[in-house]
């Protein structure tokens, strides 16, 4: 007898895997991190913002380095008690710096310039480990601020131009300057206590509204051709475009070898060459032949190319590869593309790099900030120039970085704002203690944006990347110029979409938005762009302003008002614009 067996069960449905990376976006997104963060809510994911803060953290890593070579110029707190005894015969030692004709020289203040006196130099070795130490640290207390309270993709680090204004120009080559480190230092830490104020009372975002719509969605582009014109030099770039005696840039490209520096000097009654009082030596900016012969530059167009094309197929992690791919094929010694030659100076930079890791802790910068020089005008100049810069400048960026994020809305303003405001001034504040110029956000931070970076952990992850160079110091300031070139003049493509958002057929917004794009990189500074922009703003309305304030008190005729004499299309489009008073008013 034959038994029928039941059908075996129906398997159970099959439901689609999610892939590990995908369960821990859902998983993050649902914890109170993610809502904390606002990942779900800014459609991002948390892989996403990893990626994005990596990216950031490379592109503007160069910073570790290039900073503390340019504060190091100013000579820090070193002195000419660092300075050593030397025989007359530099080839003999002290000790036996006892023959004829032979003598032991003092030291005075002329040992710390060229040959520089070897006990300044160990010093300013110190003083430059010191201050690649306070940069991350500064940068690495400016991120978490910045990612935590004002959750925004925005990296901190101490701003390029503003750190050359305080070494070249208020200290001075070696302290050549008007006053001493320490003093610059105490003006920075005054300047950020007001900045800080002035964020706190709600006084910067007013003052940050005054500048007009034009000048403000020009800016974006005009910090994205900053941005790229970085890229293009050799000093934080592929070397691209170099110095000419007759039209100031053109073609460069050349290897170093075939590069020279460039200073002003005058020649006295009796022949004798010198430096021109307040001039600075360059950098090799100048190429005497063998343009577009530098194996730097092909390797940095090939990284720019590698970029390009992982854009153009939306690939994840552009930026990223192309950091690494030439980084890594630069860390390769005898080769025409290393970033260790074999100098001097190529010597100790392997050496450093071969360290891997390697912690130093401040001994001469932190704290080194004194107010002796108080009464001088020179200190109250230095201090103003800071705060006018910061206010324009970081104000600017932070604007510019959340319009290119998509955070603004048409009056400006964004989510975070006031936080944002609060954790650069702060982050100034703790720098100038730590012995750095000040901490703005920079404006690499438009390359993890571009990887889609939109909350807080974008710049929470730069910040822990920051903490790691504690660490691996060796391996980050080694990174070359050529392989930060390329992501940088690709970001500046990028942010020059804002452009179409410009009036142009309005001649008055137009001319200052063009006034604007084009000093930024120009000038060097994004301040003197937008002071540039919004001086020709207002000029271009002094007319209807005055004919508006003629009618308002009945001085003239509504109906009579304005003929005539406007910019193109000031007159015949009155409705455009409204009330041309309220072009620099607050907006609400």
């Known amino acids: 007898m034959e038994t029928e067996l039941p059908p075996p069960p129906l398997p159970p449905p099959q439901r689609s895997r999610k892939s590990a990376l995908t369960r821990l976006n859902d998983c993050v997104a649902g914890s109170r991190v993610g809502k904390r963060f606002k990942v779900s809510e800014r459609n991002t994911t948390f892989t996403t913002e990893i990626r994005a803060g990596t990216a950031t953290f490379l592109t503007m890593a160069y910073i570790l380095a290039v900073n503390a070579s340019i504060l190091t110029d100013s000579g820090g707190p070193c002195s000419v008690s660092d300075c050593v005894p030397l025989c007359s015969d530099t080839t003999i030692s002290v000790g036996n710096c006892t023959g004829q004709g032979l003598r032991v020289v003092q030291p005075d203040a002329t040992c710390k310039f060229d040959p520089v006196n070897p006990g300044y130099a160990l010093c300013l070795e110190k003083v430059r480990k010191d201050l690649i130490v306070a940069t991350v640290a500064s940068s690495l207390i400016g991120c978490v601020i910045m990612g ?28 050549s300057g008007n006053i001493t480190y320490q003093s610059a230092l105490a003006a920075v830490f005054m300047e950020g206590l007001l900045f800080l104020l002035i964020s706190a009372v709600g006084l910067r975002a007013k003052l940050a509204k005054l500048i007009p719509k034009p000048v403000r969605i020009s800016s974006s582009a005009g ?56 001039g600075t030596v360059s950098s090799d900016i100048y190429c005497l032949r063998d343009r577009m012969e530098s194996p730097t530059l092909w390797l940095g167009i090939l990284g720019f190319v590698i970029i390009a094309y992982c854009l153009i197929k939306n690939v994840k992690g552009a930026m990223i590869y192309g950091i690494v791919f030439v980084t890594f094929i630069s860390w390769f010694r005898n080769t025409k593309v290393t970033a260790f030659p074999n100098t001097d100076s190529g010597d100790a930079a392997y050496a450093y790099f071969k360290k891997v890791v390697d912690v130093h802790a401040i001994k001469k910068t932190a704290g080194a900030l004194s107010f002796k020089s ?35 809305d048409q009056n400006g303003n964004f989510e975070g704002q006031y936080f944002a405001f609060m954790s650069d001034a702060t982050a100034i504040v703790v ?59 690709l970001v500046g493509v990028l942010m020059m979409r804002s452009v179409v958002e410009i009036d142009w057929n309005d001649m008055r917004h137009a001319i200052p938005a063009f006034v604007t794009l084009i000093l930024m990189p ?52 009155p409705k455009e614009d409204g009330n041309a008073l309220k072009a620099m008013e607050p907006e609400p």
């Open 148 to 175: 935590t309270f004002a959750n925004l993709p925005l990296a901190m680090a101490p701003g390029m131009g503003t750190n050359a204004y305080f070494a070249y120009t208020v200290v001075g080559y070696h302290g």
């Open 522 to 573: 120009l000038t060097y500074s994004i301040a003197y762009g937008l002071i540039g922009g919004i001086g020709t703003f207002i000029v271009l309305h002094i007319w209807d302003w005055s004919d508006e304030l003629l009618v308002k008190f009945g001085l003239v005729n509504g109906g009579s008002g304005g003929g005539g004499g406007g910019v193109n299309g000031s007159h015949g489009q």
């Open 223 to 278: 910090i994205g051709l900053f941005l790229a014109f970085i890229g293009l030099q050799n000093s934080e770039g592929i070397g691209l475009i170099g110095y000419s005696s007759s039209t100031l840039l053109t073609l460069g490209g050349c290897p170093s070898s075939s590069r020279r520096s460039l200073a002003p000097v005058v020649t006295a009654a009796n022949g004798t060459v010198s430096l021109l009082a307040g």
């Open 374 to 408: 108080i009464g001088k005008g020179k200190f109250w100049e230095a201090l103003v120039t800071f705060l006018y810069v910061d206010i324009l400048d970081t104000t600017g960026t932070l604007y510019s970085m959340a319009r290119f994020a998509g955070f603004a």
């Open 431 to 489: 720098g100038s203690l730590l012995g750095t110029s000040p901490v703005t956000a920079f404006i690499e931070s438009s390359t993890g944006i571009r990887e889609g970076g939109r909350t807080g952990l974008t710049a929470l992850t730069a910040a822990g990347y920051f903490f790691l160079a504690f660490f691996i110091t060796p391996l980050l300031a080694s990174i070359p110029a050529w392989a930060v070139g390329p992501p940088l003049i």
